[in-house]
């Protein structure tokens, strides 16, 4: 089962073992990883799920798709790596995968 590390604006780290299949935020809420409110429950319209992808990671998460980019437009603090976790389906491949979850949600 692949691992998640969440990182929270303190520094503190949060692994968690994510099914392949689920979504990052669904593994956040699932652990009660704090900073991620998910109050759209996964739907993409919220933008309360931002996470930071680790830079070693954005070629194997890959980019956000238009309805995420519009919704991007709505988090606080959106930087390059920004992605809603509510849209990063876990695999095998994303096992290590590090975010970093901002300061506060839109």
């Not at 299949?21 to 991620?36: C, L, Y």
């Not at 931002?50 to 988090?75: C, K, Q």
Request: hydrophobic share 40%; glycine share 6%.
């Amino acid at each position: 089962m692949p691992k998640i590390t969440y990182v929270a604006p303190d520094g503190a780290e949060y692994a968690v073992d994510a099914p392949v299949g689920s979504t990052v935020m669904e593994n956040a809420v699932k652990h009660m990883v704090p900073g991620i409110e998910a109050e759209c429950g996964g739907a993409c319209s919220c933008a309360t799920c931002h996470v930071y992808v680790d830079d070693a990671w954005t070629d194997r998460v890959g980019p956000p798709e238009p309805m995420e980019e519009d919704m991007l437009d709505f988090a606080f603090d959106v930087r390059p790596t920004s992605r809603l976790s509510c849209q990063i389906k876990v695999k095998p491949e994303l096992d290590g995968l590090v975010v970093r979850i901002p300061e506060r949600q839109a």
